[in-house]
Nanobody, 127 residues
Framework: QVQLVESGGGLVQPGGSLRLSCAGS????????MGWFRQAPGKKREPVSC????????YYGDSVKGRFTVSLDDAKNTVTLQMNSLKPEDTAVYYC????????????????????WGQGTQVTVSS
């Protein structure tokens, strides 16, 4: 059974940094893409980043490009999201997800295509 557990959320001031982690288990080589999405109150779930376990390719949502960096550990079971220069509009619950397909530029942004989801971790950017 696939399990995804996010950690690292919290309260940070504008301009600060946070590092989120998502530890995956139970999927072996079946799942390729590992992604991050976020959802603010009253808004749709928004794509943040995607990284493929097979070839390391990465994609980012327009609102986080240049500020967030996604990476995998050596075992390729834990995905990390380094978030810098945080803004109040980054406040949301951040979710980790996996998909059997690698990250494709045309489709990774679609929430419905992802196979498994974590429970989410709250990130609040406020002074």
């Amino acid at each position: 059974q696939v399990q995804l557990v996010e950690s690292g959320g919290g309260l940070v001031q504008p301009g600060g940094s946070l590092r989120l982690s998502c530890a995956g288990s139970g999927f072996g080589l079946d799942e390729d893409a590992m992604g991050w999405f976020r959802q603010a109150p009253g808004k749709k779930r928004e794509p943040v980043s995607c990284i493929s376990r097979s070839d390391g390719s990465t994609y980012y949502g327009d609102s986080v490009k240049g500020r967030f960096t996604v990476s995998l550990d050596d075992a390729k079971n834990t995905v990390t999201l380094q978030m810098n220069s945080l803004k109040p509009e980054d406040t949301a619950v951040y979710y980790c997800a996996t998909d059997r397909e690698p990250c494709y530029s045309s489709s990774w942004i679609y929430v419905s295509l992802w196979d498994y989801w974590g429970q989410g971790t709250q990130v609040t950017v406020s002074s």
